[in-house]
């Protein structure tokens, strides 16, 4: 099965810019998830889409990011204005949904990598 | 709170060279323990899960075993191609199944 696909790999952008992030999740996954992964660190949970709702935005800065999923499929996260501490590979994940779910682990794509200069 | 702690931070071991990672975790309701490979510029790679206390998972040179505070990942005869960081993640119980992530152990594997 094709995997989680995210674009771009790579964005470098200037402080107070704006950039979003794209997500395409496995086919049939009904969660989607943003993780923010800062060098050296492990993934932070941003946001969980359940379908297209959101079930845990907790740990979002909700005065700069900001997250959408249509028709329960795709997926983009934005930052607007951007900060350095910003900087960080930005990652998506996407795991079924139901019974047994939590037995389900998530299927990560492979990022994409920021830097805000 | 919820927290995942995983060492060493890194390790460095010869080819050959069997060695153990831990994960250790304060969580309310543990609903599975998951083991993770990360390599350089990809995203994290699922290896194991473990729901609870006993349970022992094999794949390859690595089994991870679980108690009631904690998890290892043990490495036998490891090569230089198991390079890599190693991320532990546990899922507690609640309206989401979300992962919570410790800091990873980097493993460097000499030839």
């Known amino acids: 099965e094709a995997g989680v ?3 771009p790999r790579y964005k470098i952008i200037e402080k107070r810019q704006s950039v979003a992030f794209w997500c395409n999740p496995i086919s049939g996954h009904a969660t989607l998830y943003w993780y923010q992964q800062i060098l050296g660190q492990g993934p932070k949970l941003l946001i969980q889409f359940q379908n297209n709702g959101v079930v845990d935005d907790s740990q979002l800065p ?8 249509l028709k329960g499929v795709d997926s983009t996260l934005k930052i607007q204005p951007a900060k350095l501490e910003d900087s960080a590979v930005y990652l998506c994940a996407s795991s079924t949904w139901g019974v047994g779910a939590y037995s389900s682990p998530l299927h990560f794509g492979n990022g994409t990598r920021l830097t805000v200069t | 709170e919820d927290q ?5 931070e890194a390790l460095r071991l010869q080819e050959g060279e069997s060695s153990s990672l831990n994960c250790s975790y304060t969580v309310s309701g543990l609903r599975g323990l998951f083991w993770y ?3 350089p510029g990809k995203g994290p790679e699922f290896l194991f899960t473990l729901y609870s206390a006993g349970e022992e998972k094999e794949k390859e040179r690595l089994k991870a075993t679980l108690t009631k ?3 290892f990942l043990h490495i036998t005869a490891p090569k230089p191609e198991d390079s890599a960081t190693y991320l532990c993640a546990v899922r507690v119980g609640g309206a989401t199944n979300k992962l919570i992530f410790g800091t990873g152990t980097l ?3 000499q030839p």
Do not use: M
């Open chain 1, 62 to 69: 909700k005065d700069r990011f900001s997250a959408e999923r």
């Open chain 2, 107 to 109: 493993l460097a594997v």
């Open chain 2, 4 to 8: 995942v702690t995983q060492s060493p």
């Open chain 2, 69 to 71: 505070k904690e998890s």
């Open chain 1, 5 to 7: 696909a995210q674009s």
């Open chain 2, 37 to 39: 490979r990360q390599d």
